[in-house]
């Protein structure tokens, strides 16, 4: 809490320097407001606010526009400024920069420019108002409500459960008379993806296979009439012979999981069901092929596949998504010990393959080998698979995008379509026959799970193996291991695991409901 004596009736922070008011006394009690401002056009000398923001100047005799002008440069896109003073009910109105006006779809980046600007915008905007303890803060919907809201749900979000002390709640409401309906969606959106960060960022110890299962489960109470929730134990994994699953999963002493989700949203029963499959691999240490120590702490969020599925599934429920879905996630810890499997070993799928293991950390594969197989039972529409696959991945695009491989140009087209929206990209890799034939090569077993050239076309040779348990005609493959972290590439979100791509996939889904 601010406590400050009286000053000037109106004060401005632009970046680190700060002028404060009396209105500042009892911050955290009172609201604060953000509101959007356009970069200006040509030799015109004006700010171009907001509609929301010209209608609150006008509730304030035309104070913001002046102050605006003399508080410094023009705001530039992400830059902000604080004023203080404008307003009885708003003692803090965060003024934030939208960019271009006619900003739009950008071919070259796969994005819609002018809805990453609002995400970025309102986040800055949100967190500044944060850092001030206020505990309310109303949002202007800068023309794109839900796209406000997703910024201001993902840029306040922070993993400080286990901390003594946390950043202030707050909570986020539209301000003014904008698309309520679009900015509830936007809740929804991005309290998905917090749900997946959050799950992500969780110590391993916070979150094994069944504490995740019982949290996906928590997190479905409300939606018991269209959801069913399926938690297989390690007996009902043995009937249904997944043994590449249980040969991950055998080296710890966590049991593992098989997590099943139904969420009806359609009442036509027909309707064949899209399939997500997420990998859960809660810790992965690299089993026997142990990793190196510096930064397998971020191993905890080896499950990053399973939490962004079940995550977009419990998302689908909230917003009542006319489309029927499945998901699965294999959930268990990869680690060494002396009931592990060891470098070499054959296991058998639950399609009768059999697998050389010349390499334990390349488990993902294998559990989700079993998962794919399984999935194929329910006659889906189309099966999407994420997972934090392949270090490859990440060499390959960085943070940039995720890496899909399909079968399926539709399929391609569907979820290409999605990331444009939500700006949580997605980009085609290969699935050459020239990547099969290194993982078809073993000299014990039907397929070798590295690939005959371990280190070269990592990402792919996984890609490849993954498709030998495939046979439905619209399938991906989604590597998430380079977007799985976030440093300060994406800047509505903050430093940790960033639960993408949350959003794209509950988008796509979306999208089907208007697909025949």
């Not at 109303?138 to 003594?164: H, N, P, R, T």
């Not at 240490?285 to 599925?309: E, F, N, Y």
Request: charged fraction near 20%; include cysteine; aromatic fraction near 6%.
């Amino acid at each position: 809490m601010l406590h400050l004596r009286r000053a000037i009736p109106i004060a401005v922070r632009t970046n680190t320097c700060r002028f404060f008011s009396a209105s500042q006394a009892k911050l955290n009690a009172r609201k604060g407001l953000v509101l959007g401002v356009y970069e200006k056009d040509g030799e015109d000398s004006n700010p171009h606010l907001t509609d929301t923001a010209v209608a609150f100047d006008g509730t304030v005799s035309g104070k913001l526009s002046e102050v605006l002008k003399i508080s410094g440069p023009p705001l530039k896109k992400g830059g902000n400024r604080i004023f203080y003073g404008l307003h009885e009910d708003f003692p803090c109105v965060a003024l934030v920069g939208l960019g271009k006006k006619d900003a739009g779809v950008c071919g070259a980046e796969s994005w819609d420019t002018c809805k990453e600007n609002i995400r970025a915008a309102v986040s800055s905007g949100c967190r500044l108002l944060q850092d001030l303890e206020l505990a309310h803060v109303e949002v202007d919907s800068c023309g794109d409500a839900q796209s406000s809201a997703e910024g201001a749900i993902l840029g306040l979000f922070q993993y400080d459960q286990l901390k003594s002390k946390k950043k202030t709640k707050v909570t986020t409401r539209l301000h003014g008379s904008g698309d309520m309906e679009a900015w509830h969606k936007g809740v929804l959106y991005g309290e998905g993806q917090n749900l997946a960060r959050l799950l992500m960022e969780a110590p391993a110890n916070y979150i094994t296979p069944t504490v995740f299962a019982n949290t996906i489960e928590e997190q479905m109470a409300p939606y018991t009439d269209r959801v069913k929730v399926h938690k297989r134990g390690q007996a009902w994994i043995e009937e249904q012979e997944m043994g590449a699953f249980l040969s991950v999963s055998k080296g710890s002493d966590e049991p593992p999981v098989f997590l099943e989700l139904h969420y009806n949203g359609c009442p036509d029963h027909t309707q064949a069901p899209l399939l997500l499959v997420g990998k859960g691999v809660t810790f992965d240490s690299g089993g026997i092929s142990l990793k190196p120590p510096s930064g397998m702490d971020a191993m905890r969020a080896d499950m990053g596949g399973a939490a962004t599925v079940c995550a977009s599934i419990v998302t689908a429920a909230a917003l009542k998504l006319p489309v029927n879905i499945i998901g699965l996630a294999p959930l268990c810890e990869n680690m060494p010990s002396g009931k592990a499997t060891k470098p070499g070993d054959v296991v058998r799928a639950k399609n009768g393959k059999t697998i050389q293991v010349d390499n334990t950390d390349a488990e993902g594969r294998l559990i989700l080998a079993d998962a794919l197989c399984y999935a194929h039972t329910f006659n889906p529409r189309a099966i999407v698979n994420a997972a934090t696959l392949t270090g490859a991945m990440d060499v390959a695009l960085g943070s940039a995008a995720t890496g899909v491989f399909t079968n399926s140009d539709w399929l391609w087209q569907q979820l290409h379509k999605a990331s444009v929206v939500t700006g949580d990209r997605v980009w085609r890799m290969p699935l050459f026959q020239h990547y099969t034939k290194q993982v078809t090569h073993s000299p014990l077993a039907d397929l070798n799970n590295i690939g005959k050239y371990s280190r070269s076309g990592g990402a792919c040779t996984a890609a490849a193996f993954l498709k030998e348990f495939v046979t439905a005609r619209h399938w991906a493959h989604l590597d998430i291991a380079g977007v799985m972290s976030n440093k300060d590439e994406v800047p509505y979100l903050r430093k940790g695991m960033s639960g993408r791509p949350t959003r794209t996939l509950v988008e796509f889904a979306a999208g089907l409901t208007s697909q025949v």
